[in-house]
């Protein structure tokens, strides 16, 4: 791991996590909490968002006072599971524009297999921040930026809430220019590629599918 991985520290993503791990978690409980941890990491991940400034007058006097300078950006959720992290990405930064990519893991070979592609025209000249809840082995993670950079993104980023060592390995080898976003980086992967100790199937959780 380098200076690309970004392990967010924080008490309320810890807590938050653990609530998730739970295999006793409702459905609805799961749902929310995937979409509060997605606001608490979008807050790391917009960080180096670039400001410029507008005159106001406050109550006292007038100030030149801090204002986005509004570069493009888009959320790009992995189907289905990262759509779970949209909704907190969106609460952050509500302009942004939404791509959508389906992506699932074939159960034999672990292969991604895409199914869904369809990004915002200008999408070559947005800040790109690729969402899903689960980073594991890195196929699907790896596929989702090759395909952004097909597109002409220059500034990929992905945020995940549980990462394997293996999925941030494959990434960095593939990708060292993407910046990593994550609440926990887990002990690894069990025979069927789930993280351990992990939360489980992401996307049977939030959608109540299993
Ligand atoms: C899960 C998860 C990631 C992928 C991670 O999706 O949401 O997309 O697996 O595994 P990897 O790092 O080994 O590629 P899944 O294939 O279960 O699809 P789903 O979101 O539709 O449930
Ligand atoms: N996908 C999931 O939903 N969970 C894992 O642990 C690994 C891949």
Not at 33 to 48: K, N
């Amino acid at each position: 791991m380098n200076e690309k991985v970004h392990v967010v520290n924080h008490p309320l993503v810890a807590h938050k996590l653990t609530i998730l791990r739970d295999k006793n978690t409702s459905t609805k409980d799961f749902r929310e909490i995937v979409s509060e941890i997605g606001m608490l990491l979008t807050y790391e991940a917009t960080r180096d968002l670039p400001l410029t400034t507008r005159e106001i007058e406050t109550p006292i006097c007038k100030m030149e006072a801090p204002i986005l300078r509004g570069k493009k950006f888009a959320v790009v959720p992995i189907l289905r599971a990262g759509l779970g992290l949209v909704d907190g990405v969106l609460r952050m930064v509500p302009s942004a524009r939404v791509g959508h990519l389906g992506m699932y893991r074939d159960e034999e070979t672990m292969v991604p297999v895409q199914y869904f592609c369809k990004m915002p025209r200008d999408i070559a000249e947005r800040d790109v921040l690729i969402v899903d809840p689960m980073l594991a082995t890195g196929g699907s993670a790896d596929a989702a930026i090759q395909i952004m950079k097909g597109y002409g993104c220059a500034n990929i980023k992905l945020m995940v809430l549980v990462a394997a060592p293996k999925g941030i390995q494959v990434v960095q080898e593939r990708h060292p220019d993407v910046d990593i976003y994550c609440g926990a980086v887990d002990q690894g992967l069990n025979e069927n590629s789930y993280i351990v100790p992990g939360l489980g199937d992401a996307g049977d959780r939030i959608f109540g599918t299993k």
